[in-house]
Nanobody, 117 residues
Framework: QVQLVESGGGLVQPGGSLRLSCAASRKITDFRTIGWYRQAPGKERDMVAVVIGGSNTNYKDSMKGRFTISRDNAKNTVDLQMNSLKPEDTAVYYC???????????WGQGTQVTVSS
């Protein structure tokens, strides 16, 4: 059983920053992939950033340079630092992970991020 719990969402002005955190119910090193997706109203869920195999990171092109994903093995968390936020970053942000030897994706409940003045 895997549980992922997100925190850190909220309302921020354009140009501001937020840090999201995802706490996992098991060792973070058990996960082959762990990261963040987001879903804006009326749109499909889309990748934001993912850590693969513990060290490789993938970012959606539009997030490169603004968002940073980091994994804390001691705390069993994966964080997403978001800077220079834009209104189009408004979405529900979901933590997701897969275990080694499985493609089944686990999802958190999501956390709302709203970028508005």
């Amino acid at each position: 059983q895997v549980q992922l719990v997100e925190s850190g969402g909220g309302l921020v002005q354009p140009g501001g920053s937020l840090r999201l955190s995802c706490a996992a119910s098991r060792k973070i090193t058990d996960f082959r992939t762990i990261g963040w997706y987001r879903q804006a109203p009326g749109k499909e869920r889309d990748m934001v950033a993912v850590v693969i195999g513990g060290s490789n990171t993938n970012y959606k092109d539009s997030m490169k340079g603004r968002f940073t994903i980091s994994r804390d093995n001691a705390k069993n968390t994966v964080d997403l630092q978001m800077n220079s936020l834009k209104p189009e970053d408004t979405a529900v942000y979901y933590c997701t992970a897969t275990l080694y030897f499985s493609n089944f994706p686990y999802w958190g409940q999501g956390t709302q991020v709203t970028v508005s003045s």
